[in-house]
């Protein structure tokens, strides 16, 4: 061979030789940003199966307050069925209005009255009522 073809050669050796040091840098460097890649996925990842966890725990949460909720409401329902309606409560107290049942007198009051006129008529005292 003659020098034009070694110096063709060493050229093209040289060439390839820097390609391939261009290729094993690109590989470096692709590998350096998937492994941080990954390192990124793997962080999101413990984050995000962190807030699952805490949304489960709401969400389970939220489910117990519901079911009291519904618990609740449904003992008031039977509760209701068992109180007065207006109606009801308007029509007795047209009754307490017309019997009046503050006026009425106890056991005690008509004896202690009859006591106390049986006094005055044996004491001869006559009194005049309003």
């Given at each position: ?103 009425f007198a106890t056991i005690e ?22």
């Amino acid at each position: 061979m003659d020098e034009r073809e070694l110096g063709a050669v060493s050229a093209l050796l040289t060439e390839f030789s820097t390609r391939v040091n261009d290729l094993e840098e690109r590989s470096r460097l692709i590998r350096e940003r998937l492994l941080t890649l990954s390192q990124t996925v793997l962080k999101q990842n413990e984050r995000l199966n962190k807030e699952i966890g805490v949304l489960k725990e709401d969400m389970r949460e939220i489910r117990n307050e519901s079911d009291r909720l519904k618990e609740a409401v449904e003992h008031i329902i039977r509760e209701s069925s068992e109180l007065a309606r207006k109606e009801e409560l308007r029509v007795v107290e047209r009754y307490m209005k017309l019997f009046e049942p503050l006026k009425f007198a106890t056991i005690e009051d008509v004896k202690r009255i009859v006591k106390k006129e049986l006094k005055k008529k044996k004491d001869g005292i006559i009194e005049i009522e309003e």
